[in-house]
């Protein structure tokens, strides 16, 4: 250190040097405010999958799935995030939905999770990628720890043109423990 150093004591608490700014604040040497935490990242595999040409408006593909456990979070708070790269060798023509959907424990249909995502493309040759995030901090599944997210793409134009390939499709999360109420 050289003389134009200022010194900074790391830890103020082990030499009394704390000065509360005012109440309410946090207090650095009273370990009662701290409160643990977890913090889940999962990662899902990476999937790949072709729609053929003159794939029908409704059809669904399933692009990636994640099972998450967050039973030792409280209130979770959950930032999926989805990447792929989108390849039309062949001049595709077509109109996608991609979309999370959430199943908990002994749910019949699944619930979306955020809204759809539109990608279209008209008789262009192009690879690019595609990615998005969304959170879910809503707990409606009350006391199911294990929920499985899958990402959906739709076909929404009437018919597509050639083949779209959408490659290294995956799905991540990060959960923490939040608050119910929102995001």
């Known amino acids: 250190m050289n003389s134009m150093s200022r010194y900074y004591d790391c830890d103020p608490c082990n030499r009394g040097q704390y000065d509360p700014c005012g109440k309410g604040q946090y207090d650095p040497c009273n370990k009662k405010q701290e409160h643990e935490c977890q913090t889940i990242v999962k990662c899902g595999c990476p999937n790949s999958i072709t729609l053929p040409a003159a794939t029908v408006l409704g059809t669904t593909f399933t692009l990636a799935t994640l099972t998450l456990n967050t039973c030792k979070l409280k209130d979770p708070c959950i930032k999926?995030?989805?990447?792929?790269?989108?390849?039309?060798?062949?001049?595709?023509?077509?109109?996608?939905?991609?979309?999370?959907?959430?199943?908990?424990?002994?749910?019949?249909?699944?619930?979306?999770?955020?809204?759809?995502?539109?990608?279209?493309?008209?008789?262009?040759?192009?690879?690019?990628?595609?990615?998005?995030?969304?959170?879910?901090?809503?707990?409606?599944?009350?006391?199911?720890?294990?929920?499985?997210?899958?990402v959906v793409a739709t076909v929404t134009s009437a018919v597509t043109v050639g083949t779209l390939a959408i490659n290294n499709a995956t799905l991540g999360a990060v959960a923490t423990c939040g608050s119910s109420s929102c995001c």
Do not use: H, R, W
């Open 80 to 150: 999926l995030e989805f990447a792929s790269n989108l390849v039309a060798a062949v001049a595709f023509t077509g109109s996608l939905n991609i979309q999370v959907f959430k199943q908990c424990g002994n749910q019949i249909t699944p619930t979306p999770v955020g809204p759809a995502f539109a990608f279209n493309l008209v008789a262009l040759l192009t690879s690019q990628t595609f990615s998005f995030f969304v959170c879910d901090c809503n707990d409606t599944c009350c006391n199911d720890c294990c929920c499985t997210y899958t």
